[in-house]
């Protein structure tokens, strides 16, 4: 079965920065693209970023263009993808999680992804 470890998020101030990891284990597979999506109590989960199989391709919501970034590991830890937040707002606070599926490139679907993290909370005080 294949495992989803994401990292600890944590409160952080407005305008602060904040980096979630998310490692894949067990008998993963290639390929294998990954995502960030996230969730607010009384809505549906949303995607944030995306990254195909190769790291190349990328996908970042308009709500958090040009704030955050999405990226992968190389080699061994090709399976790791990691999101870069900035200047954080309140607003963005939800719970985030990891997504995993066995294919080249990434979707926007929460349905199209076969494996998910625990879930993170990230708080942003105001």
């Known amino acids: 079965q294949v495992e989803l470890v994401e990292s600890e998020g944590g409160l952080v101030q407005a305008g602060g920065s904040l980096r979630l990891s998310c490692a894949a284990s067990?008998?993963?597979?290639?390929?294998?693209?990954m995502a960030w999506f996230r969730q607010v109590p009384g809505k549906e989960r949303e995607i944030v970023a995306a990254i195909n199989t190769e790291g190349q391709n990328t996908f970042i919501a308009d709500s958090v263009k040009g704030r955050f970034n999405i990226s992968r590991g190389r080699d061994s830890a090709k399976n790791t993808v990691f999101l870069q937040m900035s200047s954080l707002k309140p607003e963005d606070t939800a719970v985030y999680y990891c997504a995993a599926r066995p294919a080249w490139s990434w979707t926007s679907r929460v349905r199209d992804y076969d494996y998910w993290g625990q879930g993170t909370q990230v708080t942003v005080s105001s």
């Open positions: 067990g008998p993963t597979f290639s390929p294998i693209s």
